[in-house]
């Protein structure tokens, strides 16, 4: 069964770093293109980063120069380093898997919390 699995997230103070891990399994990981997400509360749900399988990255424009996405497809993991974190980065973070082709064969994760406070 396809299963993609966050981990990493947490308590941090602003300035701080975390990295967030998805774990992928029951599907061709090299086929897809992955994206982390986010969702404040109240907000709608927002593309972080985007990494495809051949490593081209696109990033939010609030997250270029803080945050890198990248990908091992030996280990069907996907990664998000942030850094210099802010409250108002506060979410829970989704990883999201979309094939490359055929754009109706989609997954999401359950999500991790990341809360930037003092």
């Known amino acids: 069964q396809v299963q993609l699995v966050e981990s990493g997230g947490g308590l941090v103070q602003p300035g701080g770093s975390l990295r967030l891990s998805c774990a992928a399994s029951?599907?061709?990981?090299?086929?897809?293109?992955m994206s982390w997400y986010r969702q404040a509360p109240g907000k709608e749900r927002k593309l972080v980063a985007g990494?495809?399988?051949?490593?081209?990255?696109n990033y939010a424009d609030s997250m270029k120069g803080r945050f890198t996405i990248s990908r091992d497809n030996v280990k069907s993991t996907v990664f998000l380093q942030m850094s210099s974190l802010k409250p108002e980065d506060t979410a829970v973070y989704y990883c999201?898997?979309?094939?490359?082709?055929?754009?109706?064969?989609?997954?999401w994760g359950q999500g991790t919390q990341v809360t930037v406070s003092s």
């Open positions: 999201k898997a979309r094939h490359m082709y055929a754009l109706g064969l989609s997954y």
């Open positions: 029951g599907f061709t990981f090299s086929s897809y293109v």
């Open positions: 990494i495809s399988s051949d490593g081209s990255t």
